[in-house]
């Protein structure tokens, strides 16, 4: 059986920015003072040590850049150009051991959300370098489809560049072209080589994406499995033929209500290590044919060639 084997780190950083006009100095007290929100009193708990640190920045000392923060959809594009012109910044890092996660990023997230509240503030997630929805509840139960993995479709068609025909309307189109790459951008924050997909078709965009997220929960579910058996080694190595179920794509969108797809048996993704950091995500070893014809198969369920947004159950946020 082919393995990979691929380094787990100690402790892991997150950071997020919250841009406003006017950012106070004592940001601390600000939190302090704020109106109780999911993880209180775990922001109250860690607030000053290495796992949650805040922090004042403008312009003359930052050492990221504001202007490289994105929108992952289109109505958060006018957020997006005030973040990139913003003059001022609060900064919430969190470095925390690989096993306080996801509670650790939770934590910190929630920080960032309640000075934005505070403030009036934009908030942005600097490992994924992407807004986050206003007013945002952190939820208790974590749930990788909230904007966890920086998994967005790359502009339509390249921005109309590509002219690759439709495969319903001609076979040829199938393989017309491969202009999309997706990469996630924020498994790296639990302690896992982010994943990418490549060479796909532009006809096949939703479901190449939908299985990387399927992928990244799957891989996030038995790797917090691992973690919590107390391993000493500084490495992991996993099999390279990864089978995938119905329950990760439900478990990826946190839903409770069956997300149909079809067929409910396992389909298979072959992993491969690009570099320490990043695995490639691929057809089953024994599938004989390019990724876009794996993507058009009928070896992948239904569901995953219409699912872009969450349908996911919406839970209460609790304090």
Not at 6 to 31: G, I, K, M, N, W
Not at 32 to 60: C, M, N
Request: charged residues 20%; aromatic residues 6%; glycine residues 6%.
């Amino acid at each position: 059986m082919a393995t990979i084997t691929f380094p787990v780190p100690s402790t892991t950083t997150s950071r997020f920015a919250v841009a406003a006009e006017s950012v106070p100095q004592d940001l601390a007290d600000l939190l302090d003072r704020s109106k109780p929100v999911p993880f209180h009193a775990h922001i109250a708990g860690r607030l000053g040590s290495p796992q949650l640190q805040v922090t004042r920045e403008d312009l003359a000392c930052l050492r990221w850049d504001p202007g490289r923060v994105e929108a992952a959809r289109p109505e958060d594009r006018q957020a997006t150009l005030a973040f990139n012109d913003a003059a001022e910044f609060a900064v919430v890092t969190a470095f925390a051991p690989v096993t306080d996660q996801p509670r650790g990023v939770q934590v910190a997230r929630s920080a960032a959300h309640a000075i934005a509240e505070a403030i009036g503030g934009i908030t942005a997630d600097l490992v994924t370098g992407h807004i986050l929805s206003p007013s945002s509840m952190e939820r208790t139960r974590f749930v990788l489809a909230d904007h966890w993995l920086g998994d967005v479709l790359p502009p339509y068609r390249a921005n109309g560049h590509c002219t690759a025909a439709e495969p319903e309307l001609d076979p040829e189109g199938v393989n017309g072209c491969a202009c999309v790459r997706l990469r996630t951008r924020g498994l790296r924050r639990f302690g896992l080589p982010e994943i990418q997909i490549s060479d796909v078709a532009c006809p096949h965009d939703l479901a190449a994406l939908n299985v990387l997220r399927t992928t990244a929960r799957r891989l996030l579910t038995d790797h917090w499995a691992w973690l919590a058996t107390g391993p000493a080694a500084r490495t992991r190595t996993i099999a390279a033929e990864l089978h995938l179920a119905q329950s990760d794509f439900n478990d990826f969108w946190g839903t409770t209500r069956r997300v149909h797809i079809t067929p409910p048996a396992p389909f298979g993704v072959h992993l491969s290590l690009l570099t320490p950091r990043l695995l490639t995500v691929a057809p089953p070893a024994d599938f004989d044919d390019t990724i876009n014809d794996w993507l058009w198969s009928e070896t992948l369920p239904l569901g995953m060639y219409d699912l872009l947004e969450s349908p996911a159950d919406h839970f209460p946020s609790a304090a």
